[in-house]
């Protein structure tokens, strides 16, 4: 079963390193991708075993992403654990695949990018551009 979802990757978390029963050590990496679902936000956390596959899909914090996965469960004394398994996480947006992100520049640099700015609206209230935010 081959799923998919589009949405905006939120977080990037560090690397993991774990080790199996056989001794073998592996890294383990997780991100999260925020989804619109409707009038909600969904966010879903990926986990990516393979360290070639993760330094292939070159996931960055403020892109957008559709990220093919798979679900898979397993039960442990009684418990069923869960994991969400990212094997492609490809960019949708316009940024290049190595182009950094504000969230990924210097500070000094995101200091110099323009601020959005409040334009006038009927009846004298100010709204931001972009906003999602209702006027009251």
């Not at 050590?25 to 936000?41: M, N, R």
């Not at 559709?66 to 039960?75: D, I």
Request: hydrophobic letters at 25%.
């Amino acid at each position: 079963m081959d799923l998919q979802v589009n949405g905006k990757c939120v977080k990037v978390f560090e690397t993991q390193y774990t080790s199996k029963k056989d001794g073998q050590k592996h890294l383990k990496h997780h991100f999260v991708i925020e989804v619109q679902d409707g009038q909600f936000v969904k966010k879903i956390c990926f986990t990516v075993m393979d360290d070639e596959r993760w330094s292939k899909m070159g996931v960055v914090e403020g892109g957008t992403y559709n990220v093919s996965f798979e679900v898979s469960s397993r039960e442990y004394n009684g418990n069923y654990y869960t994991d969400v398994n990212a094997w492609r996480a490809v960019r949708v947006d316009s940024h290049p695949q190595n182009t950094p992100t504000p969230t990924s520049m210097p500070m000094q640099a995101r200091a110099q990018q323009p601020q959005q700015t409040q334009q006038p609206v009927s009846g004298g209230y100010q709204q931001q551009q972009n906003s999602n935010d209702l006027p009251f």
